[in-house]
T-cell receptor, first 113, second 105 residues
């Protein structure tokens, strides 16, 4: 157990509503990541953070924003949820960036109706 | 961007069999990781192996960075090895599409 908690674990929401997913870590790792997993697409990077208030975009960042005000928390916000954002969202952490082992949380299953 | 291809896409074996999973990548990399996603959806890091060979119990991995591939070996398969195996490469950890492994008792 890498000390990563994602909340909520499951959520159903309506199109057009904002949604925030939370990732909390107890490992004091500098790097945190948000991925989405979809059938046929594998895992794709949405955003990542390399420190408090330091974030950058990944491959599929459109429609998402992130914030990191504390080392332990990384929030992913869907500003106006769409059905194409129905997915399983995984948070991950690594101690010293991509060149160190990546550890995942248990995921959040989001359904946008 | 970098392309990552895994083969085979699906593999069905009997308990006790050995297997080799392959990950090809299109550019030089400085990190390569293997993950197992179990049937409950949990992603577990198996190896961080940018080059060379590592072993952990029945699992071992070899990366030949100069030839742009990595192999994951599973010996004496058990039903608990079932799931999807992903490799991930490059600076922003681009994932392959995975190999779905099913071990039948």
């Amino acid at each position: 157990d890498a000390g990563i908690t994602q909340s909520p674990r499951h959520k159903v929401t309506e199109t057009g509503t904002p949604v925030t997913l939370r990732c909390h870590q107890t490992e004091n790792h500098r790097y945190m990541y948000w991925y989405r997993q979809d059938p046929g697409h594998g895992l794709r990077l949405i955003h990542y953070s390399y420190g408090v208030k330091d974030t950058d975009k990944g491959e599929v960042s459109d429609g998402y924003s992130v914030s990191r005000s504390k080392t332990e928390d990384f929030l992913l916000t869907l500003e106006s949820a769409t059905s194409s954002q129905t997915s399983v969202y995984f948070c991950a952490i690594s101690l010293s960036g991509p060149n160190s082992p990546l550890h995942f949380g248990n995921g959040t299953r989001l359904t946008v109706t | 961007g970098i392309q990552v291809e895994q083969s085979p896409p699906d593999l069905i074996l009997q308990e006790g069999a050995n297997s080799t999973l392959r990950c090809n990548f299109s550019d030089s990399v400085n990190n390569l990781q293997w993950f197992h996603q179990n049937p409950w959806g949990q992603l577990i890091n198996l190896f961080y192996i940018p080059s060379g060979t590592k072993q952990n119990g029945r699992l071992s991995a070899t990366t030949v960075a100069t030839e742009r591939y990595s192999l994951l070996y599973i010996s004496s398969s058990q039903t608990t090895d079932s799931g999807v195996y992903f490799c991930a490469v490059a600076q922003k950890l681009v994932f392959g599409q995975g190999t779905r492994l099913t071990i039948n008792p």
